[in-house]
């Protein structure tokens, strides 16, 4: 579509060689629209991160084709912000420093950058903790540090990988309301990895199910859900039929993922 601002085509990547060769990715194919919120779900190991990897132009060998605007990605590149799977706030840096980093980088003077830091630590509701080290916040105060430091360079495509992940599910809920806010704020084009169905329904415009290795895209849904949505939102019958939808597409994929695991501490 002309609106695309993302165009996978045929995404294969094998890693390795002989018998330690893994295909991570089978032929996906995905097109996301400008402002689009796209969840990737899938079992561990399916590629997900391989993907955004790929996308983020952090992994320059591939088969098929990335297009950011119709143009080849080719390196890492200013229009995707990837905020990763492991944490990856700076120990060293307070709040204001961590989601002042990336502006520094670009070089950008320091009374500009820490203005615009001060506004998206408000955005993820951190202010007041901007002098705060890590060490002194809690995990989803870290995760937030994060997404304000990717949110702070304005990149059009922000990839979330699992953000939320370590979290316990009620601080889950809530920062899923933050990111609603802030993306129908800003309005970016955001994909997330999740393991988390109901986080994907809320959140979503579709969700993509993927195969157990090696990643395929097994089905795409749309959710059809009212927008501006909240957590209260999950007590919905609507609500609990996504659910439902999706889980029924990942059991098998699941039980797939947990039957090769159990084979492989057979053999080990
Ligand atoms: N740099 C690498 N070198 C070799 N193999 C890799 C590399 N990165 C990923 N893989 C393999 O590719 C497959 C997909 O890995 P990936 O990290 O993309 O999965 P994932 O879907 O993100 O899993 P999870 O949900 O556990 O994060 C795995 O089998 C993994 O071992
Ligand atoms: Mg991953």
Redesign the pocket.
Known sequence: MASDILSIAGVTKT??SGATE?R?LDKVSLSVASGEFVSLI?P???????LFNIIGGLIPSFDGKVLIDGRPVDGAHRDVGVVF?EESTFPWRTTLDNVVFPLEAHGMPKAEREERARHFIRLVGLEGFERHYPAQLSGGMRQRTAVARTLAYEPRIMLLDEPFGALDEQTRLLLGDKLLEIWSTLKQTMLLIT?NITEAVQLSDRVVVMTF?PGRIKQEIRIDLPRPRSSELIAAAEFGRYVGEIWNLLRDEATRGMRESERRLAVN
Do not use: I
């Open positions: 890693f390795g893994v991570a899938g561990s190991g399916c590629g997900k991160s391989t799977q393991h290795r």
